[in-house]
């Protein structure tokens, strides 16, 4: 397809809404389905077979498969249908091509990494992928923005695959490693009483506050013990705190969110049980009167090897349209962690840059797609025969 085709293309996927609902009140420009529907057709006509994954909920995974079902290994490539809210922008579904760049909600994160995917997939391009043993499947998911429901239900619902090339904004690096993302409640409690009288109560904001601390450290040790070669030392954040009724009451209930970015290997399991461990303690010491801990969201890191034959065979790819092959890890979180549960050999790569995505502004440079749709259609020649990658189960 070519690079004006490319941007129709594009321009078409920004003018339909798929703004998460999570991010949106207004009924008129949320959920994937509308965008799946204008997907299916286009598949079809690409000689897709087009399946649907829970339709009837209004926020659907879309499936596209080419080849034959039983070919000894099966290629996917998957992009996300949903975008982040909307505010602040004054037309974000009226794509428009300005100095060389293409603005609109999604066109980077992450309809411009779709539309480079979907042109590089070209007839040609299929019947070869076909003709070295690939089934090839291309995988449009909802719920990205807000927890990775749709790569989750993929899972779920039995998608394998042997090979597989998550599209998101990665300034066209090769991205074969990222971080896992632990996100969880600590809730504890108090005792109130009147703030003339605090020796009375038992106070969950100053217990929370001994509790990170304790967090912290424990989290220090895991920094000076781990590191990984592309992704560095695991991270923690705590994005949210809240708790206490008035400035007078000494607080029985306290609240925070935590936001601990996990390296391969690590397991979420043995933080938790860090954490709560450390609250137990201070229970015991009758600084805390209770608590628990809350799992919100847990997604694995993933981590494919270098030397594996889709990190290869993209690295000549990008040569071959005369781009170096660049390396990276991320600690950002993607599609990518849930499927690579699924499948052995996985990467992130797409054009656009991760800076752009969720912006008022939001736009991708023109020859950055362009480019991107020359890497993945260089990609679909490079790959080693089927007969060479172990069977999907």
Not at 295 to 303: A, Y
Not at 360 to 368: A, G, L, N, P
Request: glycine residues 12%; negative net charge; contains cysteine.
């Amino acid at each position: 397809m070519a690079a004006a085709d490319t941007v129709e293309l594009l321009k078409q996927l920004i003018g339909i809404p798929s703004v998460s609902p999570e991010h949106t009140p207004d009924a008129r420009i949320a959920g994937e389905e509308r965008l799946a529907c204008f997907l299916a057709g286009y598949l079809e006509e690409q000689g897709f077979a087009v399946s649907w994954q829970d339709r009837d909920t209004g926020r659907p995974n879309l499936l596209g498969s080419f080849g034959p079902d039983n070919a000894p290994a099966t290629l996917l490539f998957e992009a996300h249908m949903d975008t982040v809210g909307v505010t602040g922008m004054a037309e974000p579904f009226r794509a428009r091509v300005e100095n060389g760049r293409v603005h609109g909600r999604g066109a980077c994160d992450c309809k411009g990494p779709m539309a480079a995917g979907l042109a590089a997939l070209t007839p040609e391009a299929l019947d070869g992928l076909v003709r070295k043993g690939y089934r090839v499947v291309f995988a449009a998911v909802m719920g990205e923005e807000t927890g990775n429901a749709g790569a989750i239900r993929l899972v779920e619902q039995g998608l394998r695959a042997d090979r597989a090339v998550i599209l998101e904004p990665t300034e066209l690096e090769i991205v074969h490693a990222h971080k896992g993302a632990l996100w969880f409640d600590v809730e504890v409690k108090g005792r109130a009483a009147h703030g003339s009288n605090p020796e009375r109560g038992v106070n969950a904001i100053v217990g929370m506050a001994r509790l990170l601390e304790r967090i912290q450290k424990r989290h220090e040790l895991d920094r000076a013990r781990l590191t990984h070669e592309r992704l560095g030392q695991p991270t923690l954040s705590v994005g949210q705190i809240r708790g206490g009724t008035a400035v007078n009451i000494v607080p029985d209930q306290c609240c925070a969110r935590l936001d601990r970015r996990t390296l391969p290997g690590e397991k979420g399991a043995d933080i938790l049980a860090g954490v709560r461990a450390e609250l137990s303690d201070l229970v015991h010491e009758g600084v805390l009167l209770g608590g628990e801990v809350k799992v919100i969201k847990e997604g694995p890191p993933f981590h494919t090897d270098e030397d594996s034959e889709l990190v290869r065979a993209l690295g000549r790819a990008c040569e071959k349209a005369g781009l170096p092959a660049r390396l990276a890890g991320s600690g950002w979180f993607s599609d990518a962690g849930p499927l690579s549960t699924a499948c052995p050999e996985v990467v992130v790569f797409g054009p656009g840059s991760i800076s752009q995505a969720h912006t008022c502004d939001e736009f991708i440079e023109v020859e950055s797609l362009r480019r991107g749709v020359a890497v993945l259609a260089a990609l679909c020649r490079e790959l080693a025969p089927a007969d060479s990658t172990r069977k999907a189960k």
